[in-house]
């Protein structure tokens, strides 16, 4: 049982720390200007002419390379990738150092060739530091994903929770066995995209799910041209084109959404839950916000949910301390599961995050008898 815990609790716990891992990698990253600093720079493995390091960063999983690098040559290291240079910092002692001590410095992210494409949309994710992020970054922090909205958004997180236990309790009585993978992935994305848009339909939420995959897939992705100077504005791999499909399908649900919730307040229905699209359109609509949200500015808050470091720092981590462990004591209680032969806990990469190679797939029966009323 208690195997099986710390299994669910880890396949929980790995999207969310790869994640957090791989923005971490990415402020480390931090490109600096190569020529300028290269005096004053780490020490690095050996490099191949031109390409530099890149034949590391392009085998995964990355944060293994990484670990593996900083622990033959030193803690301190710089990588050169094409045309820039990243600093890895590979002790917890050296990264409170950089997003402590010298987080002004790496506030900024790099602002990849995808994310050019899209830049209109003052995302948050790699808006430069200034006034515009610090008012996004409070907003997040007090208005959307602060602990009273949190806490009034629960009765939707549990709608999805029970949701899940119903479906596997209807497996578990077929006798089928629960693919434990895309039952929490459906949970989380689920979660978050009510918390976002209480009124999403069945067909939007899936969706959101699909595209917000393939966003993470295309950001994530290698692409030539944020290292290779000369390739930039070709698209020679088609991510840009890519995102903008991406990026018009997103903008067209959220417009849906927002149109519908616009219609309401003219007609003055209250809904006593206030999600997150309705508290910007409140701040969008309040005239003395010291920055006037634009609907693009709207559509990119909801567009995906930053994770990072430091002053970067995941505005979610409220919600995910509540929502994981709540999720997970309800499977944990609710079922026994068990295991076909050996669980094997080998790593895959998909995008940025790091999920496992073979799918939880697991026998399950419940465990309550009666079952708890989850109608
Ligand atoms: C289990 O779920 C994952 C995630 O949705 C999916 O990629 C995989 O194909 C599923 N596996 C099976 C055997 O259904």
Known sequence: MANIQSLLIFSFSLPLLTIAFATLSLIFFFVLNQRRNAQHLPLSPPALPIIGHLHYLLKSPIHHTLDRLTTNYGPLLHLRCGSSVRIIAGSADL??????NHDAVFTNRPLTSVSRYVSNDRGFVVAPFGPYWLFMKRLYMTEL?????????RPVRSAELRSMLRNILDKAQANEEVNLSKEILKLMNNEVTRMAASTASGSETEEVSELVKQFTEIVSSFNLEDYIGICRGMDLQGQGKRMRDVHTRFD????????????????????????FIDI???????????????????????RLLPFGSGMRGCPGITLAMKAVPVAVAALVQCFDW???????????????????????????VPRLQPFPDIE
């Open 252 to 275: 067209r649900l959220l417009e849906g959404i927002m149109r519908e919730k616009e219609v309401e307040k003219e007609q003055d229905k209250q809904r006593e839950m206030k999600d």
């Open 145 to 153: 994903l602060g602990s009273t909205t949190v806490a009034k958004l």
């Open 338 to 364: 068990n295991v076909n032969g050996k669980v094997d806990m080998a790593e895959g990469i998909i995008g940025i995050v790091s999920m496992r190679v073979h799918q939880l797939i697991l026998p399950v």
């Open 280 to 302: 910007l359109l409140d701040v969008a609509a309040n005239d003395n916000a010291e920055i006037k949200l634009s609907r693009e500015s709207i559509k990119a808050f909801i």
């Open 95 to 100: 990264a409170r150092e950089l997003l402590k």
